[in-house]
């Protein structure tokens, strides 16, 4: 490539990359502003009061609020006002932290975004009700949609919800079921099904056909996302198990190779039980099965070299790389009667962003 | 009373009970089958299978189904067609049943309906998500109104539900955080504000407005079921602390004293500690704050006797008689206006057994 022309595509990146830091900064702003500001925040009991405070720590931890980003970005790339997608996006947000809360207690979680989890800093009972108060405001939050966009359209929207919440609750089933189980046997293609219903609903799917929804766009518009969002989530999974085995847990939030701790299935164990020879495999199997409490350093450390000897790590970075590839592909074609404007233009460097991103 | 006039009045009591007998045998029979018939019940999957027959459990087995009836009853009462009510008088099980779930992990309680608890069953991470499925089913669910009852009287429903839930939370987190800052000083006041919150709203105050909702019912009359339901709810937990004691483990289906065991603040205990002497307050609160697996048989007799010397048990009764025979003055009074029919002739005989159930 000619000097010259590479320069201009390197600005172009730069360009598009600065566009997005500030479009995330100011998403990320406005976004919390208005959850914090649709919580309760102040009772006279002082037992409410706790609960308050419970209900908005996560919201009030880092994060990138990909979730909104998408949903808003989505609205205003098929022409609509992200203003009228706002609840919505904030919704799920909501969403999002109802369900870490759960989660944590679930996986016996230790960090989350930094800090001690809510479970840690607060017991099983009250942590695991604090998930359902803020559950139970997601719901509250999107019937304020009768208002904002009318009541056929906040029907349509909570359908949404409704479909994205059986799909999560079901994945979710999916993993916790192959720990429990403590099966093995597993091949990518029940790591596709558990991870396109445990994230991509919720994390892509979703999001962009709220936001789609929301501008009015065509029905056939929003169902293309089905396939552009499973290959965006299971990608965005991928490189969240990824950054769980070699992140830095300043950045990441969460204990590094947690994932090894708490027994889980990833693309990156699938590799390599497919790869690696059998007495390593039954090893392997040994050390996962531990209690949490059981497994030592040099166990986790053990897993670790054998993911970098058989290249599960590198291998699993490439299925990442290669579905964004191809979901980018899906965007640019599926969409190519949409007009270009910023939104459109800057939801394929989002959706790298999510995927490539090590934090 | 002369002889004959004694009869007749009998003979009415009893025609009352068949009635009311056929009518709850009819709900229970019509709710449990459209709610089973609601929930998904087969999938490819082994795992996804097993958690659609765990959000089948509590659904299917034993209770009462006195909210659905409730809801169903006062939309009749108020002229409503049953029928247009009935979604939502399901939805109001539901919410029962994932409330029960999560309640059962939260007090770490064994038994449930008879049988062992979901948690018990399955280990707490998997029957916290199932709760969670259940509850997301339940929006789903209320998401029919919109065909049943059209938009506008959906939304209304909605907006019930989301505050009943906020209710429920509330009232579940104060609840719970007695238990866990070893809180005792608490006064009849307090129990009143908690039980409304944890009880009244979701087993008495919405079902009845739900169902004078449905039925189109003024604001006003809808409104009034706040303090009737009030009256009703903190009576009905009431009785419940007191089953909880006194109750035959068969026909109650929980552990016999288990709030004893799981340091539960009754107000059969607030009334003990407000009566007897110091040593004795002493004594009771040693015990109460006792780990779970540490209080014994003798423990637990220690504070049955307790209450048994201070008449506490008697006095609980007694309180919700009382408020049971307030909220049925507080409906025949504000009511007045609405004609006499089959529904409404039930309600007093149906809160009546709702609060002097001995199951």
């Excluded at 990320?28 to 720590?57: G, N, W």
């Excluded at 074609?333 to 459109?344: E, G």
Aim: include cysteine; proline fraction near 3%; hydrophobic fraction near 40%.
């Amino acid at each position: 490539m000619p000097k010259f022309i590479q320069r201009k595509v390197q600005s172009k990146v730069m360009a598009d990359a600065n566009v997005l830091k500030e479009f995330l900064g100011e998403v990320k702003t406005e976004i919390d502003a208005y959850i914090l500001d649709f919580l309760p925040s102040e009772h006279a009991r002082d037992e409410v009061q706790c609960l308050y405070e419970m209900m908005r720590d996560y919201p009030q931890r880092s994060g990138k609020r990909l979730r909104p980003a998408l949903c808003l970005l989505i609205c205003e790339a098929f022409g609509g006002d992200p203003k009228v997608a706002f609840n919505t996006a904030a919704a799920l947000e909501v969403l999002q932290n109802w369900l870490l809360i759960h989660d944590d207690i679930e996986d016996g979680s230790d960090l989350r975004r930094g800090e001690p989890c809510l479970n840690q800093k607060y017991g099983i009972p009250l942590a695991l009700n604090a998930g359902d108060a803020l559950h139970c405001r997601m719901w509250e939050m999107l019937h304020r949609n009768a208002e904002i966009l009318g009541h056929e359209v906040a029907f349509q929207v909570l359908a949404e919800f409704t479909c994205l919440s059986n799909q999560v609750v079901e994945g979710q089933h999916i993993e916790l079921s192959w720990v429990d189980n403590n099966r093995w046997n597993l091949t990518e293609d029940d790591y596709w099904t558990m991870c396109v219903q445990k994230t991509a609903w919720y994390t892509s799917i979703a999001p962009c056909r709220l936001g789609a929804i929301t501008a009015g766009a065509a029905k056939t518009d929003v169902d293309h996302f089905i396939e552009i969002g499973k290959n965006l989530g299971v990608a965005f999974q991928i490189q969240d198990d990824v950054l769980n085995l070699i992140g830095e847990e300043s950045q990441y939030g969460k204990e590094i190779a947690g994932d090894i701790s708490e027994g889980k299935r990833t693309l990156v164990l699938i590799h390599l039980f497919n790869s690696c020879a059998h007495d390593e495999a039954d090893r392997v199997v040994e050390i996962m099965a531990k209690n949490r409490s059981r497994k030592s350093l040099a166990d986790i450390n053990e897993v670790l070299s054998l993911m970098d000897k058989y290249q599960s790590i590198a291998y699993a970075q490439k299925r990442a790389k290669a579905l964004v590839e191809e979901a980018c592909a899906q965007f640019a074609q599926r969409f190519a009667h949409i007009p270009d404007n910023r939104a459109k233009n800057l939801f394929i460097p989002l959706v790298k962003f999510a995927v490539e991103r090590d934090y």
